[in-house]
T-cell receptor, first 112, second 113 residues
Framework: KQEVTQIPAALSVPEGENLVLNCSFT??????LQWFRQDPGKGLTSLLL???SQREQTSGRLNASLDKSSGRSTLYIAASQPGDSATYLC???????????WGAGTKLIIKP | GAVVSQHPSRVICKSGTSVKIECRSL??????MFWYRQFPKQSLMLMAT?????????EQGVEKDKFLINHASLTLSTLTVTSAHPEDSSFYIC?????????FGPGTRLLVL
């Protein structure tokens, strides 16, 4: 059974720092992995989608990497800003299953 | 890009009443829609998967008679929380799927008094 873990559960850093969020999964046979952002009381915004054949994806200040063999993905945020404060969730899509399997998220606070 | 809407965005109701939440895919046809629930400080939990024109598939522990799902068209799925109780208070999120991507709705905050 696939399990997705995100560490740390919460993170607080000063504005301007570069930071890394971690996501690990137990079953490497994934179809793709996605990183999402959730603002308090709101829905989800998809940030980056990495197919199983890819190693990384970039969008602006965000870079997501994927290492299937070790069951790990990281989300790198460069030059963090207060507006980046949110909960970041990773989720994996298994090959033969439509549902996404979610991590519990990392709550990120960027201090001005 | 694809957009999924939910209505209402938040609802407050009395215990024992039923609440209907709508999920619409606005510019694409979704053969499959998903309903998730999220309790405070917890991850999203899949409640059920619904395919257009057929009965929903519920996850273990989700009462199908309490959470009625109707997916009558390729652009609309509804979740009805019947005889709602305070423990049903949660954030409900739907998502609609095209070929390989899930698009998420903005969520509905339900508070049962």
């Amino acid at each position: 059974k696939q399990e997705v873990t995100q560490i740390p559960a919460a993170l607080s850093v000063p504005e301007g720092e570069n930071l890394v969020l971690n996501c690990s999964f137990t079953d490497s046979a994934i179809y793709n992995l996605q990183w999402f952002r959730q603002d308090p009381g709101k829905g989800l915004t998809s940030l980056l989608l990495i197919q199983s054949s890819q190693r990384e994806q970039t969008s602006g200040r965000l870079n997501a990497s994927l290492d299937k063999s070790s069951g790990r993905s990281t989300l790198y945020i460069a030059a963090s800003q207060p507006g980046d404060s949110a909960t970041y969730l990773c989720a994996v899509h298994m090959d033969s299953n439509y549902q996404l399997i979610w991590g519990a998220g990392t709550k990120l606070i960027i201090k001005p | 890009g694809a957009v999924v809407s939910q209505h209402p965005s938040r609802v407050i109701c009395k215990s024992g009443t039923s609440v209907k939440i709508e999920c619409r895919s606005l510019d694409f046809q979704a053969t499959t829609m998903f309903w998730y629930r999220q309790f405070p400080k917890q991850s999203l939990m899949l409640m059920a998967t619904s395919n257009e024109g057929s009965k929903a598939t519920y996850e273990q522990g989700v009462e199908k008679d309490k959470f009625l799902i109707n997916h009558a068209s390729l652009t609309l799925s509804t979740l009805t929380v019947t005889s709602a109780h305070p423990e049903d208070s949660s954030f409900y999120i739907c998502s609609a799927r095209d070929q390989w991507t899930q698009y998420f709705g903005p969520g509905t905050r339900l508070l049962v008094l």
